[in-house]
T-cell receptor, first 114, second 114 residues
């Protein structure tokens, strides 16, 4: 158990819908990262927040957005869902913003878009 | 942009034997971190081992060790005395010392035969 929690574990929804994925980082960690793992794209970095501020952006679609709240939990919002958005979404957390800090991954949320 | 390549989609090893997984990366930076993550059927991402580029000594963690060749931009993982529980996908990952995101390779599936 990494100490990072993600809810829900599974989500099944229809195309065009909107969903919210939630992540709670390890105690004491200020950074939250979101990654997407799909069959065709592999593991890709989406976005990072540090202490409530966006710090880095990767291959995140405009239909996707995220935020980190004052209690440091983070939410990833996916809207106008398409079949290709079906994937495993991981949240990871680390103590610091960059440097030697290791990232610890949550169990993931599996999203299925039908 | 940095890229990470794992050329072996799948490797098979007999229980108690040794297997080596290959990873090459492309970067123009001199300071960075390299990681191996394990993803068992549960889909949890588990950190196996990390290597700082400025360290010449290869990292070891129990039965796991790396061969880090900075000039060749190569970072292989050796699993010794393979156990059934080692069966999983293994991902090589790169992170800049100045950056935040992990860049992953495509993964190598390890099968352990009893």
């Amino acid at each position: 158990d990494s100490g990072v929690t993600q809810t829900p574990k599974h989500l099944i929804t229809a195309t065009g819908q909107r969903v919210t994925l939630r992540c709670s980082p390890r105690s004491g960690d200020l950074s939250v990262y979101w990654y997407q793992q799909s069959l065709d794209q592999g593991l890709q970095f989406l976005i990072q927040y540090y202490n409530g501020e966006e710090r880095a952006k990767g291959n995140i679609l405009e239909r996707f957005s995220a935020q980190q709240f004052p209690d440091l939990h983070s939410e990833l919002n996916l809207s106008s869902l398409e079949l290709g958005d079906s994937a495993l979404y991981f949240c990871a957390s680390s103590q610091g913003d960059r440097g030697p800090y290791e990232q610890y991954f949550g169990p993931g949320t599996r999203l299925t878009v039908t | 942009a940095q890229t990470v390549t794992q050329s072996q989609p799948e490797m098979s090893v007999q229980e108690a034997e040794t297997v080596t997984l290959s990873c090459t990366y492309d970067t123009s930076e001199s300071d960075y971190y390299l990681f191996w993550y394990k993803q068992p059927p549960s889909r949890q991402m588990i950190l196996v081992i990390r290597q700082e580029a400025y360290k010449q000594q290869n990292a070891t963690e129990n039965r796991f060790s790396v061969n880090f060749q900075k000039a060749a931009k190569s970072f292989s993982l050796k699993i010794s005395d393979s156990q059934l529980g080692d069966a999983a996908m293994y991902f090589c990952a790169y992170r800049s010392s100045l950056g935040n995101k992990l860049t992953f390779g495509g993964g190598t599936r390890v099968l352990v035969k009893p």
